[in-house]
């Protein structure tokens, strides 16, 4: 197991390994399944997907000022599933980046931002990161039922304890590139 010297770095790596399963999952389905609406909140695992990348992208604005999020948070950002796959990994990336360029020391301070609906708040930027983890990590657990629901097989493991035992996960933008 890899010791991390920066509080969010393991999440943020885990991050990207979980989405990197859970996408390599989602490649797999056929596309009717894929768009097939189960009754999760954002409908289909590709609603459910697009959500998790449109929000990290508002985040990841409000936190570093730099991009274009959409401002609804059921934005269909990209219909061609490789072409979210590639996105994802690259946010990911990006997520990664921004972690490790992240002094310790700014964690406590107060990061003020608006909402999707012009709502002004003030938060500390560590609550804001852990609100960035647990967000995805609940809409994984939607999309990992889709999963489920759809070919009615046990979904990958995307849990904390299997990445730090090392369960591999496959490169994603490879991935969206075959595709």
């Not at 768009?35 to 954002?42: I, L, P, Y």
């Not at 219909?79 to 994802?88: I, P, Q």
């Not at 700014?106 to 012009?118: C, I, K, M, R």
Request: charged share 20%; glycine share 6%; with cysteine.
């Amino acid at each position: 197991m890899q010791a991390y010297h920066h509080p969010f770095t393991q999440f943020a790596v885990y991050n990207r390994w979980a989405n990197a399963r859970l996408y390599q999952a989602a490649l797999a389905l056929p596309d009717d399944a894929y768009r097939r609406s189960v009754g999760v909140f954002f409908g289909s695992l590709h609603g459910t997907l697009n959500h998790v990348l449109v929000a990290d992208r508002i985040w990841l604005k409000r936190l570093t000022g730099e991009g274009d999020p959409p401002s609804r948070l059921d934005t269909i950002l990209f219909e061609d599933r490789h072409a979210l796959a590639a996105a994802r990994a690259a946010e990911d990336e990006r997520i990664v980046r921004l972690i490790d360029a992240t002094d310790v020391a700014t964690l406590p301070e107060f990061v003020d931002y608006a909402t999707t609906s012009g709502v002004t708040h003030r938060q500390v930027r560590s609550d804001i990161l852990r609100h960035l983890f647990n967000h995805q990590t609940h809409h994984r657990g939607q999309a990992h039922a889709c999963l489920s629901i759809l070919t009615g097989a046990e979904p990958p493991t995307l849990d904390l304890l299997a990445f730090q035992r090392g369960v591999p996960a496959p490169d994603l933008a490879a991935l969206a590139a075959a595709g």
